[in-house]
Each structure stands twice: as C-alpha cells, then as structure tokens.
C-alpha cells in the first residue's frame, strides 16, 4: 500500500532531514514511527500525504507517486494532524457536514460517526466550547468521514485522559478491522505496543529498527532483574538475567539474607528504544 524507496528531503539545501529511507507498508496495517522530537516524523508524513513535493528517492501510496497526487488522490486519503482545521463558530455537525461536502463519493453516516465516538449529545454545540478530547474525537470523524483506504494520525491520544486515549484506541483498531491502513506517528510507546503492527525507530532521519513491537522486545532486548534491599529505606537495583551470575550486590544480599524482593521482567519497547537509539522519548 505504501512504498518509500531510497527517500532523501529537506527543506534547506545541503540539510537531509530524512536520509535514504526505505519501507513499505501492507494493505490493513497500523504502522507506526517512533522517534523524538525532531527526529523527521512529520516531515515524512507530509511527502506521504503530498504537502512535500520536492524529495529524491520515491514515495508511493496505492502506487501513485506522492509528488504526483491529484485531487482524487485525496478522497483516498484521510488525515488527523494535531493542529486543529475545523471552523470554531460552526458546530460539529455543521463542519463534518461541510467538510464532507467536499468529497465527491460521499460520506460515512455522520449521525452514526457521532454516535460511535460519544459525540452525538454535544453535536450541536459550538466547536469553541468543546474540550480537547471532544475535539480529538470529532478531528477523527472528519479524518474518517469519506471512508479513506489510508489513515495518517499524528499523536492519537496526545493529552488524553486515560478514559478517551483508551476511546480513541478502540476507534483506531476498529479502523483497522474495517481494513483500513494506518500510519501514526508517537512518542507514547505504550500506545505503539498496544496498537502497531510493527513500528520504525527513526534517529536523525533514519530509520535505526523496524520491526513487531513484539519481536522487538523479545529479540533486542534483554530479560531484567529488579530487586531491593532494605539500607536507609528501601533501595533498588537491576540488572540483566543473563548477567544475575556476576551481580556481587545481588549476591552478597542472598548470602547476607537481605534480599527483600526480586523479580525479573520483560523490557519494554522504551527500554528498546532507548537501547538501540541511545535515546529517551521521555
Ligand atoms: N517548514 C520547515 N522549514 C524548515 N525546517 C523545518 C520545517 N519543518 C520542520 N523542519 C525541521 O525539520 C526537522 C524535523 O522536523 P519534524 O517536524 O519532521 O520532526 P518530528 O519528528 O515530527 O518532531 P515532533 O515529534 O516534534 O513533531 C526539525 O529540525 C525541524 O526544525
């Protein structure tokens, strides 16, 4: 569904934000890039949706070429950037019904949409008045309005409470089952393991790992060791299992007997992140 070959841009000449970058993604996947601020994420979402035109290398979405996209393209694709596009002194009804006007094949029901999201009561409501998981939620409408084949999310459930992160995940996925394929961009890799298929770490403009959050975690990362010991309150210490062997702390405390817990654990696709790309997203 979506190919990048040897993708080199930048918007200063002589200034590669993103360096002969090459993957694909299949037809019903959620694909996610990872990588902290800066680190190009945008900029590639913007040559996939045709905003950047002037790129080296190629970049197809459903084998059109993205410096290529016409207007049709776009009925194809729908887009939930962080940066709000909706009239603020229209109501939410009132926008998803212009912006769908937009569209010549039609829309979703928008009724139904409302209704899905827990948005239907408040859909006469001003958009100046909504809060920002109201907002998020009918942003989502519209990316989803004209029934695209590609979903472009940037930060799904940034600033979310628990209860409408844990909402939004469920719309994504149910996208998903509707065979739609999604692209998002984070810096939650909780949120990434829950819902990504597999995810691309990128440093600098390249992708340094692509993979399964899962593979990832159990091929990359090593199983850890936590224990604790009571000196001057409780302390704490970790280490890797394959290196329990030569932990003296861990050890002199298992002679001692003052070990007061241990346990080991799985690394997490932060852990990973931080492994392979020396950095943390925080
Ligand atoms: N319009 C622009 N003109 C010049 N430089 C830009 C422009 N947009 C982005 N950049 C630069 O490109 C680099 C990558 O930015 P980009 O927005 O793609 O990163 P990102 O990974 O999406 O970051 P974030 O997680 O903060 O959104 C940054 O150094 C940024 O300053």
Known sequence: ?????????????GKNIITDMSFSVKKGEIFGFLGSSGAGKSTLQKVLTGMLTGYEGSASVAGVECRCFDRDFYEKIGVDF????????????????????????GTR?????????GLLADADKR??????????????????LHDPEILYLDEPTS??????????????KGEQKRGKTILLTTHNMQDATE??????FIVNGKICALDSPHHLIMEKGAKKVTYTWEEHGEQTAECRLEEIGNEQKLLELIRAGRLRSIHSSEPTLNDIFVELTGESLG
Do not use: W
């Open 109 to 117: 029901d928008i009724e139904k949409l409302l209704d899905a999201v």
């Open 195 to 200: 819902l990504c298929d597999r995810v691309a």
């Open 127 to 144: 958009l100046e008045s909504y809060s920002k998981g109201m907002r998020s939620r009918v942003n989502f409408i519209k990316a989803i």
């Open 1 to 13: 569904m979506i190919q990048v070959e040897h993708l080199t841009v930048g918007y200063e000449r």
């Open 159 to 172: 600033g979310l409470d628990p209860a409408n992160s844990k909402k939004m995940k469920e719309l994504i």
């Open 82 to 105: 962080e940066y709000s596009t909706m009239y603020e002194k229209l109501t939410a009804r009132e926008n998803l019904k212009f912006f769908g006007s937009l569209y010549k094949n």
